[in-house]
């Protein structure tokens, strides 16, 4: 949790290990974010966005979905919403899972390049008590992007999702 040993996101595509484990995400400058998620940040006197678990693999997990928009990460959608980014009207009416909304190619490539400019991370190897582990975190620095577990989580980020999912499911 030491911001001296986080590393840009831009470049750790090679170093993220394949083993489970903890990972964080931390805005290098908070003005990079909209109001009032900026001024959220600057009141909890942190730069912590999200905190996250990879119980199989940080690579699949942290970097190729969550940094990277390879799947359905959580982060990815959140940090795109937050952005101002709506997913293409109608992209889930036809899937079964009718939440897990992907924004449009062109669209994640300019999340994807303002993650790499804009976040410092880190992480960790674990193999123990994942979910304690993370509530613990989660619970203490109460991370911008985080809802579940999140005793301070943005009715905001919810509504903001909320909208996301109702544009990819509009027909």
């Not at 400019?117 to 991370?143: A, C, Q």
Request: include cysteine.
């Amino acid at each position: 949790m030491h911001e001296k040993i986080f590393k840009s996101a831009g470049s750790i595509d090679n170093l993220v290990s394949p083993n489970p484990g903890l990972y964080c995400i931390r805005i290098s400058d908070r003005t990079r974010l909209p109001k009032p998620f900026n001024n959220v940040l600057e009141e909890r006197q942190h730069n912590i966005i999200y905190i996250g678990i990879a119980t199989e693999s940080l690579t699949k997990r942290f970097l190729n979905q969550e940094l990277r928009a390879n799947g359905h990460g959580t982060f990815f959608r959140s940090i795109g919403a937050v952005l101002g980014y709506l997913p293409p009207k109608g992209s889930l009416v036809t899937k079964a899972n009718k939440h897990n909304y992907q924004f449009s190619s062109a669209d994640q490539m300019q999340i994807i390049n303002w993650i790499n400019k804009s976040l410092k991370v880190n992480w960790v190897e674990f193999s123990g008590d994942f979910e304690s582990m993370e509530t613990e975190l989660i619970h203490k620095y109460r991370p911008l992007l985080n809802l579940a577990k999140n005793p301070s989580a943005l009715q905001l980020l919810v509504d903001l999702r909320r909208e996301c999912v109702r544009m990819a499911n509009e027909k």
